[in-house]
């Protein structure tokens, strides 16, 4: 007995079995043929989504560098528009009167409120010395009899610049009561030194150190409070 | 929507134009004292949204004047930031006894004293 009968089936035509795989194969190579096409339709789609990834990615990037640009540059408008209010505001304080004490009120503000500072002497000159004219935080005593040659001070008055501790260096043989000044200040009219501004302690939240914004402040007070107090003095003369 | 109203207090003239100036680019509106009396009184006639105020002041303190806002019904929810010479412990401790919200240190910087605004009142209008 054949296996065909053994199980019941037909037996196979081989010939017709050939054919039939042959028909299957060339659908199956038709199909594999199309499939390959989609593949490489897809190879192309992907290559394409690729690159606009890349392309979206670098303009991302390019946003975040101009963001940064963006935020530096307002960081820094900022900034300049603090140092013009400071500026304004000190400056405002400084010839809002003619009046001498309404001016040394003026100047103890700023360099309380505005920079920061909880000891202060501003010294004139008196003939030939030097004069505490108006103080705060602190015994004037010691400074009543400066030197105005001498040390720190003399070097700020002869040179008509202003020194600060930490920037500045001091002269080799500093004075006693200079131990403790943090920014001396000189107060300049037509460029010659008329007294200084004497600055030591500072508040405990500036951690020892003036900013950028205090040496502008600085730079104001060198060129204007010596002249706003000798205008007050030569009204008070001509009144 | 109104647009929020602070009330600055301090007595040196040159601190408030500063902090007005430091202000003025963000949309509030801004009413001033000069001491800590004149601020309880103003607190009460100008309804503020929030109180920015020195601490050492003549005829009454910062502290003493938040203590005051603090004990008026009217008052007692107002924000106050109290603007401290010194940020040592003891000085803010005592702030925050007396009722403060906040407070900043002397001198003021501009960006902290507008973020501590915002932080209260949001963006303003």
Not at chain 1, 97 to 114: C, F, H, K, M, T
């Amino acid at each position: 007995m054949t296996a065909e009968a053994a199980t019941g089936r037909a037996p196979r035509d081989p010939a017709a079995e050939a054919e039939t795989l042959r028909v299957q194969l060339a659908s199956l190579r038709q199909e594999r043929e199309r499939l390959s096409a989609e593949l490489g339709g897809l190879r192309d789609e992907l290559t394409r989504h690729r690159s606009v990834a890349t392309q979206l990615q670098d303009q991302l990037d390019a946003i975040a560098r101009e963001n940064e640009a963006l935020m530096q540059r307002q960081a820094e408008i900022d900034e300049q528009q603090n140092s013009m209010a400071n500026l304004y505001v000190a400056s405002f304080s400084l010839h809002a009167s003619v009046d001498r004490e309404a001016v040394l009120a003026g100047i103890q503000e700023i360099v309380a409120n505005l920079i920061g500072c909880e000891e202060m002497a501003l010294l004139q000159r008196s003939d030939t010395r030097l004069a505490v004219t108006t103080f705060f935080g602190l015994d004037p005593a010691p400074l009543q009899a400066v030197d105005p040659t001498r040390g720190v001070l003399g070097q700020c008055l002869r040179g008509g610049s202003t020194w600060v501790r930490g920037r500045d260096e001091a002269p080799a043989t500093p004075e006693p009561w200079e131990a403790g000044l943090t920014a001396c200040i000189p107060l300049l009219v037509d460029g010659n030194a008329t007294g200084a501004l004497a600055l030591f302690r500072l508040l405990p939240q500036k951690c020892g150190a003036y900013s950028s914004l205090d040496h502008e402040m600085f730079d104001f007070l060198a060129s204007r409070a010596g002249v706003a107090l000798l205008c007050a003095d030569l009204c008070r003369r001509s009144a | 929507m109104a647009r929020k109203k602070i009330l600055l207090v301090d007595d040196s003239s040159t601190a408030l134009m500063m902090n007005r100036m430091l202000l003025s680019k963000e949309p509030y509106d801004v009413v001033t004292a000069r001491d800590g009396a004149e601020a309880v009184e103003k607190a009460l006639s100008e309804h503020p949204d929030l109180v920015v105020m020195d601490v050492v002041m003549p005829r009454m303190t910062g502290f003493e004047a938040c203590a005051a806002l603090r004990a008026n019904a009217a008052t007692r929810t107002l924000p106050v930031l109290l603007v401290t010479t010194r940020g040592e412990g003891e000085n803010v401790e005592r702030g925050f006894e007396a009722g403060c919200t906040d407070y900043i240190t002397k001198p003021v910087n501009g960006a902290e004293l507008i973020a501590k605004v915002r932080n209260v009142l949001g963006t303003g209008a």
